[in-house]
């Protein structure tokens, strides 16, 4: 059978485009001798959890296909996939993969390319689908070589969240666009120990997905970089050391007790319960905010947001990153797989999640048109207009003030970065705690580490 035939089934052209849609379908559907798996691995965020839920009405539409997910936390989700493609040992179908991963993983032949997939849509499919109104900074980062290899769930940059509230209440006025001096000035004001509010939540925790990713923007914009135009390791440089040492000392003066240890599920939790001024975290994480229940109305209805801080140089001061679903290059279902995918990612899903569970709801960051809804900008003020001029400016082909060999802001498009941003992180959660000092931890890392790499970057 030819892939048309079997993307789509012989003479299933509406009912295949009414299952993108995600309503009931009409018209034959051929019977399906035994139901299809498709194991899906899934990083525990909300907006995942929230898929999840809705993964049912997927497979009403789609009767010969049932998902099954396998669902983790960030760090050990990364470690089990990347083991599992890496060694073709097949357990996954469907992968939650990154704009980090995605190159280098297309590169290595470990997922598929979803350009012959697309190219096998009947008009009417594609226009449903509608690739073209997918962001194009974001698809340029899930692509390798002109091709899509990952499509996006979500995609989100960097911001400051912060309590209206507590700034009136002590005199104080965000701008929009803040330095990070600033920031520390005003997380001095606002630390009040005494009564359980810190004056910023910062990730502590290691890993590169963790407290680097914050992080890395600090030491973009305070004009470091990983690694020089010779591949030659740059972390124990004036410019890092004087980024690591605002950063530790932010979090360790004005941060929440045990700073090094809180990863951004923590912090999130934190600051909805009112125990922090400011939250310095992806936008995406702000929309969760914004959602009924997951604040104390208290917090919710007293949240300012601001753009990303910025030191020396705006480059590279905030991220650009993407939960994005991949194929597995082993997977013996890609046709069922494929259309799970597009279901996930499509603007039918965003209007499905805005039905079920309201505008604040919807996955950020994909789809222009959302951003063009007066419902979604009532249900996300200010920060809708953040979001999407952040996503639009984050630039990981430029991301330093000095020229670098490598893209990406929040990380370094290396294959080797997965295990030595893992080992970094650990060195500045040991600086957080107060168990290393700064120069002792960043000599570490490029002496020990970083140099291990240097010249190997290239692929």
């Not at 030819?2 to 052209?13: D, E, I, M, P, S």
């Not at 002109?146 to 995609?155: D, H, R, T």
């Not at 104080?172 to 920031?183: D, N, R, S, V």
């Amino acid at each position: 059978m030819n892939t048309r035939n079997r993307l789509f089934g012989a003479g299933l052209g509406v009912t295949a485009v009414v299952s993108l849609l995600g309503v009931a379908a009409v018209g034959p559907i051929a019977a399906a001798k035994a139901p299809v798996v498709i194991t899906v691995a899934m990083v525990n965020n909300p907006q995942m959890l929230q898929m999840e839920k809705l993964t049912p009405i997927f497979e009403r539409t789609h009767p010969g296909i049932v998902v099954k997910y396998v669902t983790l936390p960030e760090n050990i989700l990364r470690a089990k996939v990347t083991e599992d493609v890496a060694t073709h040992a097949g357990k996954f179908d469907v992968v939650t993969i990154g704009n980090y991963e995605t190159p280098i993983w297309a590169k290595n032949g470990w997922i598929r390319s979803l350009k012959p997939f697309f190219s096998e849509m009947t008009p009417a499919q594609a226009k449903a689908y509608d690739y073209a109104g997918l962001l194009k900074p974001v698809m340029a980062s899930l692509s390798y070589k002109g091709q899509p290899y990952s499509l996006p769930f979500y995609a989100e940059s960097s911001l400051i969240m912060y309590r209206k509230d507590l700034f009136k209440a002590h005199g104080l006025t965000m701008p929009l666009h803040p330095t990070w001096q600033q920031i520390a000035h005003f997380a001095k004001v606002l630390n009040d120990p005494k009564q359980g509010i810190a004056g910023i939540l910062l990730r502590g925790a290691p890993g590169w997905g963790m407290n680097l990713a914050p992080f890395d923007t600090v030491i973009n914009t305070f004009g470091g970089e990983w690694f020089n135009m010779k591949w030659q390791p740059m972390l124990d440089t004036p410019p890092v050391e004087k980024a690591l040492a605002f950063y530790v000392n932010l979090d360790r003066k004005y941060g929440a007790p045990g700073a090094a240890n809180l990863g951004w599920q923590q912090c999130l939790t934190l600051f909805g319960e009112g125990k922090g001024a400011m939250y310095y975290d992806a936008t995406s994480i702000a929309s969760d905010m914004l959602i009924p229940g997951e604040a104390k109305p208290s917090v919710r209805k007293n949240i300012g947001f601001a753009y990303a801080p910025v030191a020396v140089t705006p480059r590279g001061s905030h991220w650009l990153w993407s939960w994005a679903l991949a194929m597995v290059q082993d997977s013996p279902h890609p046709y069922d797989a494929f259309q799970y995918l597009t279901w996930a990612t499509s603007p039918q899903y965003l209007q499905l999640v805005a039905k079920k569970f309201g505008w604040a709801s919807v996955p950020p960051g994909t789809r222009g048109f959302i951003y063009q809804n007066p419902n979604y900008r009532k249900a996300n003020p200010v920060l809708w207009q953040i979001t999407l001029n952040s996503i639009d400016t984050a630039d990981p082909t430029h991301p330093t003030l000095h020229p670098v060999p490598y893209t990406g802001i929040q990380y370094v498009e290396i294959p080797q970065f997965e295990s030595l941003g893992n080992s970094v992180s650990n060195d500045v959660s040991a600086a957080i705690a107060g168990t290393m000092t700064v120069k002792q931890a960043l000599a570490k890392a490029a002496q020990q580490e970083a140099r291990d790499v240097s010249g190997t970057g290239k692929y």
